[in-house]
């Protein structure tokens, strides 16, 4: 990423993280006349969780991960706690606006100031023990043993009698300043003990370069399937250095496939850069077409595809199940109601026409080390005949 575009992203960061964080101390501090000493407290302690967070953001791209990583560990939980602050505010907010006007209309007398700070205080109180309690239950989600989601999908074009074949989907693990070398061990032991046909990593494995966190993924080397383990960019590998981080995976003994096919077992599998690829260069680009010349139509076709939105033209080409990622199921509800704007497809299994597709929840997370209402996955897929 350019130098201008880094301080575009800092700047327009900066303006919202101070924008919310001065609506937190309205709402929180100043509305309820929350008494000294703590009001200048809690003013003292917003202001320099406001400035922490510009600070995290620059360290991660200059300071070594040990130097960084507690300091992401505070922004991204309080980044957690601070969505919820405000979604709840907002939605309180709305109602007293609400009652605001029915008072209006009704002619009834404005609520004194007494009754209003009161009210104030009632509000800060709820909403501040609604968004901790959602943030606790977020971290213990996100930090807890990741669940095994098992997915049988029946394909037409399998050999009728075959036994099931097993894939194992991993997505958007996010190694960086809060998912480290630990997580990729156990994710890896996890993986392993389910014994699969094939292994494939579905986009968006790492936030940063391979000089601060290849030895973090250096475990992924010790993943052991049957016919391989295959690898699919992500937009996240694209502010990364992609190629540093193909060769890096290469080494690894995984296979990436950039709009390409193999043979695995009963059927083929292809894969395509991201969604997004070519607006980042490096002669990157998603090519399906390209993937899919000269082969075999009568033979079973799996697609990796990080973005669902690949669906569309998959389809249409003859992919009988697209593999996918990207959404983390809208990891922090109430986001899956966003992602279902770009997409109809944020979690699970669906039909588009002819084809299946899955999408995962996430391995890891990104942001936050929180998952509500949309908890982590390690995927196993058992591919029959229809």
Excluded: C
């Amino acid at each position: 990423m350019s130098v201008s575009r880094i301080l575009i992203a800092l700047t327009v960061l900066s303006s919202l993280l101070f924008g919310i964080h001065y609506y937190l101390w309205a709402r929180l501090v100043r509305d309820p006349g929350l008494p000294a000493p703590w009001s200048t407290a809690a003013t003292w302690g917003l202001g320099v969780l406001a400035v922490g967070g510009i600070v995290g953001f620059a360290l991660v791209r200059v300071a070594p991960r040990s130097v960084s990583s507690p300091v992401m560990w505070v922004v991204y939980s309080w980044i957690g706690l601070m969505f919820y602050l405000f979604l709840l505010l907002a939605a309180s907010d709305a109602a007293l606006l609400v009652m605001a006007l029915a008072r209006h209309v009704g002619k009834v007398p404005p609520v004194d100031v007494e009754r209003r700070v009161g009210l104030a205080r009632i509000v800060a109180s709820v909403v501040s023990v609604a968004a901790f309690g959602l943030g606790g239950v977020g971290m213990a989600s996100a930090l807890g043993k990741t669940a095994i989601a098992r997915v049988r999908v029946p394909l037409a074009k399998l050999p009728a009698g075959m036994k099931p074949y097993t894939v194992v989907q991993v997505s958007d693990i996010h190694i960086g300043p809060t998912i480290g070398e630990a997580f990729i061990r156990e994710m890896v032991a996890e993986v392993n003990a389910l014994a699969p046909d094939a292994i494939v990593i579905t986009g968006d494995l790492v936030d940063g370069s391979v000089a601060q966190l290849g030895p973090l993924a250096e475990p992924l080397r010790e993943l052991r399937a049957k016919d391989g383990v295959f690898f699919v960019t992500g937009n996240h590998e694209y502010y990364s250095g992609v190629d540093e981080w193909l060769t890096f995976l290469r080494g690894l003994g995984i296979r990436v496939l950039r709009n390409e096919r193999v043979a695995v077992g009963p059927f083929d599998l292809a894969g395509v850069d991201d969604w997004t690829a070519h607006s980042f260069g490096h002669g990157h680009g998603a090519d399906l077409p390209k993937a899919l010349d000269g082969r075999d139509a009568s033979r079973a076709l799996v697609l990796l595809a990080h973005q669902p939105q690949a669906i569309v033209e998959a389809e249409t080409l003859g992919v009988d199940l697209q593999l996918s990622g990207h959404t983390h199921g809208g990891q922090i509800f109430p986001w899956s109601y966003a992602v279902k704007l770009v997409t109809p497809y944020v979690a699970g299994l669906y039909q588009h026409k002819r084809a299946a597709i899955y999408v995962s929840r996430g391995t890891g997370y990104w942001g936050p080390p929180m998952r509500v209402g949309a908890p982590a996955e390690i995927t196993h897929l058992e591919l029959v005949p229809a």
